[in-house]
């Protein structure tokens, strides 16, 4: 067991549920605002990871030196542009619909991006390996290896939550949009203009799902028009873990999710995979809103 | 007196229900009106119809010499019509002092860039708006539950963070569904002598809907009178208070032996 639960481990767990986090701060946000699950959310994911693949490659193909930060504001750009178009082309017309309806519509969008994006001739369903955006180093400290790679995706992270924290808890946007989670007729007639508040929330969480696309891409890089089902199932359980809506509660699902299935899968590689959902199904049979969900009561 | 607003012919229908038939006001500018009738009579609709939360199937509805029919909620907020709700929807998880600053936040011009920044801008409309919602909330005696979470406030106190909070829109007219909902006498008391002097103080229109007469009778200078989406009467309140067909329909038919 000695070598299954280190340190290592943990840096790589850290490392796997940065990604997550972004990407489930995108469904919980969403949830939060609409009351919609956005099942097409890793897919946006993987918008933003072929987007940096295109945007590399062509500056690669004509030897103009990029910036990284272009890069990733180029493709955190491109699926918040996905995100918004989803929303203003499919979840918009069925807001005041019944719900099961825009749920619907959410698969077949996601289905829709997969499908479309492997039917394109530049992209096609195989695997492409994605350029190397920034070179690897390895930092050894004692018996520890350190990727910069995974201090770029931790950092990453964090800075991008830190500034959803601020915006969330600061800003006029946040407090509006805070306002509409709870109560959208009463925001509505405090002057809100809601569509615009729940456009920004598809904005900001597709620009994170993006950032995840482009750390996804660096860390692992493979990319296929398939690769966002898997990390978005299990950052939207990262999302229903930590109770979903609630910002917070997706950050810590996701680290939790990230470690157990990292420690899982250095144990059993197909172990990986199944035991975050486990833990889903035990902290859900105890705490049903998720670990930092609030109860609430449904009125009748 | 100048006319801030004016319904004219509204009439709205729930698929074949009719909700509200042919209701007309003329609301002059600085007054305190009230719409009364028994439950189910419509008068909420009519506050509903005047917000944009329902666009009338027919009729007008001109504030301010500008026809605002079926415009959006947001934007009539932005003309200066402000609400309160029957059923209390102040947002329970924000504090009483974020629940009156968010309904002024949708005023400022604050863009993201300056909050982010920290700009002098940011900072000095941070402060303006501070100090307003603190004076507003100390009007309405809440300045000791400012950092309180709305939903851990009493019912009495939260009735009056929501009227602070429909005044902190900087409203012409202002529209209390019901504001002595859930009362005892004698914060109604106080609730009326409130009304009275925030009329004064903001200059303002104010239209109630209620459902107590006592409150109504005591301070509207008009009332109107609905049953079943109709007009039954409408004129001062003691005028209103001996109408049979009043009486009638508040306390039904009597019968003569």
Known sequence: ?300 | METILSLQGLTHYFGGLRAVHDFNLELPQGALWGLIGPNGAGKTTIFNLITGVYKPTEGKIIFNGEDITGLKSHLIVEKGIARTFQNLRVFNGLTALDNIRIARQAKNNISLFDSFLYTRKFYEEEKQAKEEAMELLKIFNLQSRAYTLAKNLPYGELRRLEIARALATHPKLVLLDEPAAGMNPREVGNLMDLIHWIREQFKITIFLVEHQMRVVMGICERIKVLDFGETICDGSPEYVKCDPKVIEAYLGRVENA
Not at chain 1, 107 to 112: A, D, K, Q
Not at chain 1, 156 to 176: E, H, N, P
Request: a positive charge.
């Open chain 1, 1 to 300: 067991m000695g070598e299954i639960f280190n340190l290592q481990q943990l840096i790589n767990g850290i490392q796997l549920g940065s990604i997550y986090a972004l990407i489930s701060l995108g469904y919980t946000m969403v949830y939060g605002i609409v009351r919609l699950i956005n099942f097409a959310h890793g897919d946006f994911y993987m918008v933003g990871a072929y987007a940096a693949y295109f945007i590399v490659n062509f500056a690669l193909a004509r030897h103009v030196n990029i910036p990284v930060v272009f890069v990733f504001a180029a493709s955190m750009g491109a699926s918040a542009l996905i995100a918004m178009a989803a929303n203003r082309i499919a979840y918009r017309p069925l807001r005041y619909k019944p719900r099961l309806s825009a749920l619907i519509t959410a698969l077949g969008v996601s289905m829709f991006l997969e499908y479309f994006f492997s039917a394109l001739p530049f992209i096609g369903p195989s695997f492409r390996s994605f350029p190397e955006l920034i070179t690897q180093r390895i930092f050894t400290i004692g018996n520890i290896k350190i990727s910069n790679y995974a201090i770029v995706d931790v950092a990453v992270s964090a800075v991008l939550m830190i500034f959803l924290t601020y915006l969330v808890r600061r800003t006029k946007v946040g407090m509006a949009m805070r306002a509409v989670s709870q109560d959208k007729d009463a925001a509505r007639l405090m002057g809100i203009n809601i569509e615009s508040i729940i456009t920004i929330t598809f904005l900001i969480g597709g620009a994170f799902a993006g950032a995840a696309g482009i750390l996804a891409g660096i860390t692992y890089p493979r990319i296929y028009p398939y690769m966002g089902i898997l990390p978005g199932i299990k950052a939207f359980t990262a999302a229903v873990l930590g109770g979903i809506g609630n910002i917070p509660g997706a950050m810590l699902g996701s680290y939790i999710m990230g470690i157990s299935e990292t420690f899982a899968t250095a144990y059993n590689s197909l172990l990986g995979e199944g035991i975050a959902f486990a833990i889903l199904i035990i902290v859900l049979l105890f705490r049903p809103q998720g670990l930092l969900g609030e109860v609430t009561a449904e009125k009748v």
